[in-house]
Every structure is written in C-alpha cells, then in structure tokens.
C-alpha cells in the first residue's frame, strides 16, 4: 500500500534521504558505510548492490542482453542501448552552450566543449604538456617511454603510433593513395603529394636570409646555406678533407678507385663517365650550353650559369663582414683578403 500512500518510514540518519522498504534503506546504507558485500568471483571487483555485480559479470559472460529493434546491435546495459537508438532517430538532445552544434550523446558534447573553454585537464608528468583527451595523452606519452605498439606483420618493424603503421605497410603493398591531379604521378603519403604539388605552382616556399634565393624544398635551402656559412660537414676519411656530401663520393674515389673511362684522343683516364663527358669536349669542341641572353655557348652548365650573372645581376655571394656582394665565390673570397689585412693590421 505504501505504493498508493507514498509513506517512506524507513529514514537514513546521514542523508535524509527516504525509502519505502527496509531492504532498499539497508542497501543505501552502503553507500556510507563504504560495504561493498557483493564480489566478482572472476576478478575480485566488489559492489554495493547485487544488481550491480549482476551487471558487472556481462563483462565476463559476453552477454549482452538489449537488443536493438531497428539493426540488431546488441548492448550490455540499457543506457548504451537508448544512446545508439539516437543514430536511428536521428535526435541529438545535447546542444553545445557556444555554438549550434548538437550531438546525440552527452559525452561527445562534453569533449567538444573544449574546443571553446580551451580546457586541457589532462597533463604529461614528463613535460608539463596539456592534452583535451586522455586518449591523445596516453598517445603522447610513448614519445617518453619509447613504447613500440604496432609491430608489422611483414617486416616486424615496430612503431609508436598506429597511422605511422598505416603508412609503413605502404612500403609492402605499394598502395599509393595520393595522386597529383596535373600529371597524374601518385605518393605513399599526403606530405609528399604537397611537396611534389610546388612543382606544378612554381611555388617556392623555402627563401634564403642571405642571398634572397627561393627553393622548392627545405633540405635543398639546408644545402644551400652551405654556400653563405662555408660550411663543409663531410669529411674524406682518406685525406681528411672537409667537403660538401654532394661531391664527396667522388672525391674519395680519388684516392681508391682506378681511372675506368678513358680518352681516345689523350688517353688519360676518369673514375667517372660524367668526368670523362665533360673532358671529351675538350676535345671536340662542343658547347652544349647556350646562354639565353646572348649567343655565347660553354661545355659546362655550371659555366653557363656563372655567366648568365652577367645579365641577370644576381650576386648570390654576401661579404660576412659587409654588405657587398659578388657574383663568383672567387671574387668573395679576394675580397675578404681585404677585411682579414684590415684585422692583422689593428693588431699592431
């Protein structure tokens, strides 16, 4: 009867909080007490209400007794089951307070919140860094403790994270994804579709501060700077001499390799085709290499080039002790003679 009457004399002295039947106030009672009599013989979990351990065992026992009426997905809990039927209605209840956006789950909501609070609670104990997700947290996190999860099945090479996985298995499937729609050539990963896409726009992001030259690519700035800082970070482990990377294989093959190309005209000896090519013109006279201003011709691209300075006034060699500027390195380096007697002379 108490039903119909709404009469709750059973009372919690710590709360307040009412309840129509013994049974219920004494399993409340739990809650303030801290008991928890109901344990999971699987592992060990123990709960206030035998209801609750009830729930707890389809983890188990895979059971997932709510069904759902429109696809067939099956849940464990009630509550998941009517938050899926929202995909099928369509409803999105949870509206965000800082925009139109709505979403059908209050979780989704709460996580994209964050995007207008600006909100990171969740903070790496190695670096201070603070993530929105604990997920992308626990992400990040294997940059300090090295952990390799994705190891793949074809070379057994492991990997931090698992779309670097997705990318290295490219290397075994050949698949290719991202095409370039102006000549139709196709990349492993989007990063190098963008690089290749300057190609086709002419666009050339990547400037030099001392020069003004623009590049395509930043590795090809790096190597240019080399020029500025006279910079010569390989050195021949035969002679000891610091070269650029580009020039070093063929400088060591100085020193090992026997002249393979010959002359048939001198019959002097290279340890490259290109070498003995350029030599041969020598020989023949011939000066592939027009001027695009002038008539004048050369057999190499690399005098070509210096000369075409003659027209376009480019000077790509700064004085690292004045503003002036050169268009041969040869000519720099005369000049600066004159700032290294300036010092020698302060001296005395």
Known sequence: MRIHTGEKPFTCDKCGKSFTQSFS??????????????TCD???????????????????????????????KSFAHLANLRVHMNIHTGEKPYKCSHCDKRFSQSTSLKKHEMIHTGEKPYTCDQCGKNFARKGILMTHMRVHTGDKLYTCDQCGKSLKFKYSLVVHMRVHTGEKSFTCDQCGKSFTQSASLRKHMNIHTGEKLYSCEQCDKTFLRASVLKKHLRVHTKEKPHSCYLCGKSLSFSILKEHQKMHTAVGEYMCSECEKTFTTASSLKLHESIHTGEKPHKCSHCDKRFSRSTHLKTHERIHTGEKPYKCSHCDKRFSHSSSLKTHERIHTTEKLLSLH
């Open 25 to 38: 106030f004494k399993v409340h009672m739990n809650i303030h007490t801290g008991e928890k009599p109901h």
């Open 42 to 72: 699987q592992c060990g979990k123990s709960f206030t209400r035998k209801e609750s351990l009830m729930t707890h065992m389809r983890i188990h026992t895979g059971e997932k007794p709510f069904t759902c009426n429109q696809c067939g």
